[in-house]
């Protein structure tokens, strides 16, 4: 099915490619990273998933991430580049489209972060 959104193109694909660059940095080598979009709340929004089968986050750091210059482990700045605000911006574009961003994560088996826009 196709469904046309009315959003800044270009923000909403920064958004995906900061979730889908964290999914594959964040997940060991050979893993699978799933992106899907549908429909949701009555086909007045749009949700897209991206899921990773990472190391997870753990469950105290789930909002703290969305926060500018943070990171869910001290080290990852180390071991994987980045300054922590990737989220953070990820955060501030979907909320002026009017959405929503969060995730879901279980330590040891991935995370799964979804963010919403409207279709109008």
Do not use: C
């Amino acid at each position: 099915m196709n469904v046309e959104i009315f959003v800044d193109g270009d923000r909403i694909v920064q958004t995906l490619i900061n979730l889908l660059g964290n999914a594959i940095k964040f997940s060991s080598e050979g893993s699978e990273v799933y992106l899907k979009a549908e429909l949701v709340n009555g086909d007045q929004w749009v949700r897209f998933q991206v899921r990773d089968w990472g190391r997870g986050i753990p469950q105290d750091k789930l909002d703290l991430i969305f926060e500018r210059f943070q990171q869910a482990n001290a080290t990852d700045a180390r071991q994987h580049g980045g300054t922590g605000l990737g989220l953070a911006i990820s955060r501030d574009l979907v909320q002026l489209h009017g959405g929503q961003i969060w995730v879901e994560s279980t330590l040891g088996e991935g995370s799964t972060f979804y963010f919403t826009v409207p279709i109008r």
